[in-house]
């Protein structure tokens, strides 16, 4: 065997070969026959032998400490063994000695033995005597701390001992019946120290008016964070021993404490007690959590509490309700997940059986009881009680519309009158102010916050309320209360998907609110449309104040500055505005149902569109029958209205409105010409085909005129209001989910937003029809006083008759009287264009009237031009402009004063002013005025006016 590179040699080993040698040099002297063999071997031997012994020197002297130090320590060795071993003698002689005593003496020793032991016990027994008197001294300490793990432990201990060890001591009777007592009590500490964990240590105060940026705390956060210190119950550490400290306050850390306190409850056998108890508790503990909330918000906001910031009290009311209903929760979370390591654990037993996980409530059981509360909490602030009883139901769908514009013509069945009572008391200052008194006493000052059942149930006597109780309140709080029911959806896996808290929300918005809301926009609307209707179907009930009922529908000016507009609105037009601009504000506060929003919207725009259409019919038709006035009749009719639309009088208004015109869209003044020559000659030929004269079809009351100017104004201001807010809305199918954060209002139905742009349309091309109706009614009345200015008057009578036509002066009042009206009603670019052109009108009425004239002299000549003159000074008052279409006019009915072969030399030299159908007639009124000339000569005359028309430049 090797080691280190060495050969290492066993001593027994080189015994025995040291024995071998020295035998085999025996054996070889013995069996050597030759002596000098044996000489040699004896030689080699000694010579051998003399090496090993100078070797052995020389280790010797090489080693002499080490051997001087083993045979010093041998010596000391082999004394010290024989005083052991002299010891060992003397003491088995000792102990045969005591064995040989003890046998002697047995009786007497089992005596003492067993005194000894009676006296170890009473010992012991005296000292836990002395331990449990302390017990209770102790245990009001550790609780006074609140350290009840240790607490729990002595009691326990304690009343253990009592019933075991120290069952006999009856001087301990008192004592045990009293920390008997103490045990069962603890458990009664235990729970409610966990209820004050759970619900008095929640965060209320951080959510209250004031301190809104603390109280809002999203769910992932609570469990990223944990609340307050707390971590999520699902970091929790459950495989750790649960210990104490005495040297810290356990409240510190609210995980760890709760964990202590359901061990101890665990150290009490009282886990199915205690959950049961805290089940028990948990919805008058809301309850007082939610009166509580209340009556910290009524003191915080005690001197602001008006109308404007009651909203805003409820969502801090609630906000901070339901903060701290996540914290109880949460703090739930953490107290199920100790319960469930004990009973997971399988040590936990009762009477030998062991506590199954189904004897403990579950977090369903917790958030079916917030719900609970809530949703009571809803129903008082929601008003639900009061409301259901009046419930109004709203519209579910709206189809879209396929009424034509011009449906509004049509012919209605008269409605039957309807009985109104003589008078009535409930709009007196006593009534009003009585009941006003008792509405907010009632629904205010002493409204009750919970059930008289819950109240008794919880202690608490009524409370104020931190707003009045109404069905709008839940615009306010709708959005948080979603986001909080989406927490609680989430939380408990709800089966069906809608938890009982989603599941009253949606009811009370479908059954209840958004019937509420279709009530009141109704009534708000039918009361501002109501007076307007029976205003518009007999304009003369109140003649004698026509002031009054014509301010009576149009918005004061300070509402008309407020709402940034330089004419009059009607009443009823601002009012549905105004209801729609909150059922548009209903569609953000509220965007799960935008659709039914939006719903009443476009059912609101149809109803007052109708009513806008009965208003505009009423005053269009002039006779019972199925007749209107005649500009009512051409803007209906297509050829009419598409031509009047394609002048550049007509774009123009569009770019006032925000449309710029085309470059190609721009026309010279030549072109302006012809087209009003155009429009002359449509309208005249349609007012003068037949010898008649208009009668009754034209508006004869000009107060109606100011209403249509009003009513296109309103219609054309909310059309476009209601286009810029269709402008903002957006599909459902056509929005990607970033389009749909990003918008100001929740996408929509397709179906319902295109309805909704066909009703813009509708009051677009309403606001249009009430201009071009104005525009053909100005018109129209100068056909109405001028054509019988030609067909009635007489221009051949005496010298004195050279004053202006009455018919020319009942137009000039009339149309003094319409600017008046129009001025004020009409914004001015459309001011002008009812009047703009109205001149050349007027002088191609009156030059196409000479055909109606039997004769003519120089008087009536004269007549003529004064009518011409009257007319064009009232047209310059009006449009500021010269008219020289008036100036045209009169030279033409001046050229009646030449001889008709001048004119036509006059044409010739100078080229013609007028069309050849113009000197045609005018030849004609000249030879009808004498009668002395011939057939023959006019008919000469009027080939010489053709052939030199015909040749001259200028001639058609």
Request: net charge negative; proline share 3%; aromatic share 8%.
């Given at each position: 065997?090797?080691?280190?590179?060495?050969?290492?040699?066993?001593?027994?080993?080189?015994?025995?070969?040291?024995?071998?040698?020295?035998?085999?040099?025996?054996?070889?002297?013995?069996?050597?026959?030759?002596?000098?063999?044996?000489?040699?071997?004896?030689?080699?031997?000694?010579?051998?032998?003399?090496?090993?012994?100078?070797?052995?020197?020389?280790?010797?002297s090489e080693n002499y400490q080490e051997l001087a130090q083993i045979t010093q320590d041998f010596s000391t060795i082999s004394k010290s063994v024989n005083e052991a071993r002299e010891k060992i003698k003397k003491i088995k002689d000792d102990l045969s000695s005591c064995k040989t005593l003890l046998h002697c003496k047995r009786d007497e020793l089992r005596r003492l033995w067993i005194e000894g032991v009676e006296q170890k016990t009473m010992v012991a027994m005296l000292d836990?005597?002395?331990?449990?008197?302390?017990?209770?001294?102790?245990?009001?300490?550790?609780?006074?701390?609140?350290?009840?793990?240790?607490?729990?432990?002595?009691?326990?201990?304690?009343?253990?001992?009592?019933?075991?060890?120290?069952?006999?001591?009856?001087?301990?009777?008192?004592?045990?019946?009293?920390?008997?007592?103490?045990?069962?009590?603890?458990?009664?500490?235990?729970?409610?120290?966990?209820?004050?964990?759970?619900?008095?240590k929640s965060p209320n105060l951080s959510s209250l008016p004031g301190k809104r940026g603390s109280s809002v705390m999203k769910q992932d956060t609570l469990k990223r964070k944990g609340i307050n210190g707390i971590p999520a119950p699902e970091k929790l550490e459950f495989g750790k021993e649960v210990k104490e400290d005495l040297n810290s306050n356990p409240e510190d850390d609210p995980a760890h404490f709760i964990a202590i306190l359901v061990e101890s409850l665990y150290m009490?056998?009282?886990?199915?007690?205690?959950?049961?108890?805290?089940?028990?508790?948990?919805?008058?503990?809301l309850s007082a959590i939610v009166a509580r909330t209340s009556q910290a918000i009524l003191e915080s906001s005690s001197n602001q509490m008006d109308s404007s910031s009651q909203s805003q009290c409820l969502l801090d009311f609630l906000e901070s309700i339901f903060h701290q209903f996540r914290f109880v929760a949460h703090m739930h979370k953490v107290v199920l997940r100790n319960l469930h390591k004990i009973i997971i654990s399988g040590v936990f037993t009762v009477s030998g059986?062991?506590?199954?996980?189904?004897?403990?409530?579950?977090?369903?059981?917790?958030?079916?009881?917030?719900?609970?509360?809530?949703?009571?909490?809803?129903?008082?602030?929601?008003?639900?009680?009061?409301?259901?009883?009046?419930?109004?139901?709203?519209?579910?769908?709206?189809?879209?519309?396929?009424?034509?514009?011009?449906?509004?013509?049509?012919?209605?069945?008269?409605?039957?009158?309807?009985?109104?009572?003589?008078?009535?008391?409930?709009?007196?200052?006593?009534?009003?102010?009585?009941?006003?008194?008792?509405?907010?006493?009632?629904?205010?000052?002493?409204?009750?916050?919970?059930?008289?059942?819950?109240?008794?149930?919880?202690?608490?006597?009524?409370?104020?309320?931190?707003?009045?109780?109404?069905?709008?309140?839940?615009?306010?709080?709708?959005?948080?209360?979603?986001?909080?029911?989406?927490?609680?959806?989430?939380?408990?896996?709800?089966?069906?998907?809608?938890?009982?808290?989603?599941?009253?929300?949606?009811?009370?918005?479908?059954?209840?609110?958004?019937?509420?809301?279709?009530?009141?926009?109704?009534?708000?609307?039918?009361?501002?449309?109501?007076?307007?209707?029976?205003?518009?179907?007999?304009?003369?009930?109140?003649?004698?104040?026509?002031?009054?009922?014509?301010?009576?529908?149009?918005?004061?000016?300070?509402?008309?500055?407020?709402?940034?507009?330089?004419?009059?609105?009607?009443?009823?037009?601002?009012?549905?505005?105004?209801?729609?601009?909150?059922?548009?504000?209903?569609?953000?506060?509220?965007?799960?149902?935008?659709?039914?929003?939006?719903?009443?919207?476009?059912?609101?725009?149809?109803?007052?569109?109708?009513?806008?259409?009965?208003?505009?019919?009423?005053?269009?038709?002039?006779?019972?029958?199925?007749?209107?006035?005649?500009?009512?009749?051409?803007?209906?009719?297509?050829?009419?209205?598409?031509?009047?639309?394609?002048?550049?009088?007509?774009?123009?208004?569009?770019?006032?409105?925000?449309?710029?015109?085309?470059?190609?869209?721009?026309?010279?003044?030549?072109?302006?010409?012809?087209?009003?020559?155009?429009?002359?000659?449509?309208?005249?030929?349609?007012?003068?085909?037949?010898?008649?004269?208009?009668?009754?079809?034209?508006?004869?009351?000009?107060?109606?005129?100011?209403?249509?100017?009003?009513?296109?104004?309103?219609?054309?201001?909310?059309?476009?209001?209601?286009?810029?807010?269709?402008?903002?809305?957006?599909?459902?199918?056509?929005?990607?989910?970033?389009?749909?954060?990003?918008?100001?209002?929740?996408?929509?139905?397709?179906?319902?937003?295109?309805?909704?742009?066909?009703?813009?349309?509708?009051?677009?091309?309403?606001?249009?029809?009430?201009?071009?109706?104005?525009?053909?009614?100005?018109?129209?009345?100068?056909?109405?006083?001028?054509?019988?200015?030609?067909?009635?008057?007489?221009?051949?009578?005496?010298?004195?008759?050279?004053?202006?036509?009455?018919?020319?002066?009942?137009?000039?009042?009339?149309?003094?009287?319409?600017?008046?009206?129009?001025?004020?009603?009409?914004?001015?670019?459309?001011?002008?264009?009812?009047?703009?052109?109205?001149?050349?009108?007027?002088?191609?009425?009156?030059?196409?009237?000479?055909?109606?004239?039997?004769?003519?002299?120089?008087?009536?000549?004269?007549?003529?031009?004064?009518?011409?003159?009257?007319?064009?000074?009232?047209?310059?008052?009006?449009?500021?402009?010269?008219?020289?279409?008036?100036?045209?006019?009169?030279?033409?009915?001046?050229?009646?004063?030449?001889?008709?072969?001048?004119?036509?030399?006059?044409?010739?030299?100078?080229?013609?002013?007028?069309?050849?159908?113009?000197?045609?007639?005018?030849?004609?009124?000249?030879?009808?005025?004498?009668?002395?000339?011939?057939?023959?000569?006019?008919?000469?005359?009027?080939?010489?006016?053709?052939?030199?028309?015909?040749?001259?430049?200028?001639?058609?």
């Amino acid at each position: 065997m090797e080691k280190n590179g060495e050969k290492i040699v066993n001593p027994a080993a080189k015994g025995r070969e040291t024995s071998e040698f020295l035998m085999a040099i025996v054996r070889t002297l013995s069996t050597s026959a030759d002596f000098e063999q044996r000489e040699k071997e004896k030689a080699r031997i000694e010579k051998t032998f003399i090496q090993s012994d100078k070797r052995l020197g020389e280790l010797v002297s090489e080693n002499y400490q080490e051997l001087a130090q083993i045979t010093q320590d041998f010596s000391t060795i082999s004394k010290s063994v024989n005083e052991a071993r002299e010891k060992i003698k003397k003491i088995k002689d000792d102990l045969s000695s005591c064995k040989t005593l003890l046998h002697c003496k047995r009786d007497e020793l089992r005596r003492l033995w067993i005194e000894g032991v009676e006296q170890k016990t009473m010992v012991a027994m005296l000292d836990q005597i002395e331990q449990i008197k302390e017990v209770p001294t102790k245990l009001d300490n550790l609780l006074l701390k609140k350290h009840y793990l240790h607490g729990t432990e002595l009691v326990v201990n304690a009343v253990a001992k009592l019933e075991n060890q120290l069952v006999g001591v009856e001087a301990l009777r008192d004592l045990k019946a009293e920390l008997i007592t103490r045990k069962e009590q603890l458990h009664d500490v235990l729970i409610e120290e966990l209820n004050k964990q759970i619900y008095i240590k929640s965060p209320n105060l951080s959510s209250l008016p004031g301190k809104r940026g603390s109280s809002v705390m999203k769910q992932d956060t609570l469990k990223r964070k944990g609340i307050n210190g707390i971590p999520a119950p699902e970091k929790l550490e459950f495989g750790k021993e649960v210990k104490e400290d005495l040297n810290s306050n356990p409240e510190d850390d609210p995980a760890h404490f709760i964990a202590i306190l359901v061990e101890s409850l665990y150290m009490l056998r009282k886990i199915p007690e205690a959950a049961e108890g805290l089940k028990v508790k948990i919805q008058p503990e809301l309850s007082a959590i939610v009166a509580r909330t209340s009556q910290a918000i009524l003191e915080s906001s005690s001197n602001q509490m008006d109308s404007s910031s009651q909203s805003q009290c409820l969502l801090d009311f609630l906000e901070s309700i339901f903060h701290q209903f996540r914290f109880v929760a949460h703090m739930h979370k953490v107290v199920l997940r100790n319960l469930h390591k004990i009973i997971i654990s399988g040590v936990f037993t009762v009477s030998g059986v062991p506590v199954r996980q189904e004897c403990l409530y579950d977090m369903t059981d917790v958030w079916s009881k917030i719900q609970a509360v809530v949703e009571l909490l809803l129903r008082e602030y929601l008003d639900v009680e009061n409301t259901a009883a009046s419930r109004q139901r709203a519209p579910t769908s709206f189809d879209e519309p396929s009424t034509d514009i011009n449906s509004f013509f049509a012919k209605k069945r008269p409605a039957k009158p309807k009985k109104m009572a003589l008078f009535r008391f409930d709009a007196s200052i006593h009534a009003i102010s009585t009941n006003s008194y008792v509405d907010d006493s009632r629904a205010f000052d002493t409204g009750d916050l919970f059930s008289s059942s819950l109240l008794a149930e919880m202690g608490l006597e009524k409370n104020q309320m931190v707003c009045k109780p109404s069905v709008y309140n839940i615009t306010a709080i709708f959005k948080p209360l979603e986001s909080f029911i989406r927490e609680i959806e989430d939380a408990i896996a709800c089966p069906d998907g809608t938890s009982s808290l989603q599941a009253f929300v949606t009811d009370f918005v479908q059954n209840i609110f958004l019937g509420q809301v279709h009530y009141t926009v109704l009534t708000s609307i039918g009361s501002a449309t109501k007076d307007l209707i029976r205003y518009y179907k007999n304009p003369q009930m109140d003649e004698e104040d026509e002031s009054f009922d014509a301010l009576r529908h149009v918005v004061d000016h300070k509402t008309q500055k407020e709402l940034g507009v330089s004419r009059p609105l009607l009443t009823s037009t601002v009012t549905v505005d105004k209801n729609l601009q909150e059922l548009r504000e209903l569609m953000q506060d509220l965007p799960d149902y935008a659709d039914q929003f939006l719903n009443m919207i476009c059912n609101t725009l149809k109803e007052y569109k109708d009513t806008c259409h009965s208003a505009y019919r009423e005053i269009v038709q002039y006779d019972s029958d199925d007749r209107r006035v005649i500009s009512a009749m051409w803007a209906k009719d297509e050829d009419i209205s598409r031509f009047l639309r394609s002048l550049p009088s007509w774009r123009s208004l569009q770019s006032s409105s925000g449309q710029e015109l085309a470059t190609d869209d721009v026309c010279s003044e030549e072109e302006i010409k012809a087209l009003n020559s155009k429009e002359a000659q449509i309208l005249i030929s349609n007012l003068t085909s037949s010898d008649g004269l208009i009668q009754q079809e034209i508006i004869t009351d000009v107060t109606q005129m100011r209403t249509i100017a009003n009513v296109h104004e309103s219609v054309e201001w909310f059309s476009n209001r209601m286009k810029d807010f269709s402008n903002r809305l957006c599909a459902r199918t056509n929005t990607t989910p970033a389009e749909t954060a990003a918008a100001e209002y929740p996408p929509v139905s397709e179906k319902t937003l295109s309805s909704l742009r066909n009703l813009v349309k509708d009051f677009q091309d309403l606001a249009e029809i009430c201009l071009l109706l104005l525009h053909l009614e100005v018109r129209v009345h100068c056909f109405y006083f001028l054509l019988p200015v030609a067909k009635q008057s007489n221009y051949a009578g005496p010298i004195d008759d050279l004053d202006p036509d009455s018919n020319v002066l009942k137009l000039n009042k009339d149309l003094s009287s319409m600017e008046e009206v129009l001025q004020q009603s009409l914004q001015p670019k459309k001011f002008k264009y009812i009047f703009e052109s109205l001149g050349f009108l007027v002088a191609s009425i009156l030059m196409n009237s000479i055909q109606y004239m039997k004769k003519i002299n120089e008087n009536g000549i004269k007549k003529m031009c004064r009518n011409l003159f009257a007319i064009q000074q009232n047209l310059t008052n009006i449009t500021m402009s010269r008219e020289p279409d008036l100036d045209h006019a009169r030279q033409y009915y001046e050229l009646l004063y030449i001889n008709p072969d001048d004119v036509i030399t006059m044409i010739a030299e100078k080229g013609s002013q007028y069309t050849f159908q113009e000197y045609t007639e005018l030849i004609k009124l000249h030879h009808r005025s004498h009668a002395a000339l011939s057939p023959s000569q006019l008919e000469n005359r009027m080939q010489k006016l053709k052939d030199v028309f015909f040749k001259t430049p200028n001639g058609d």
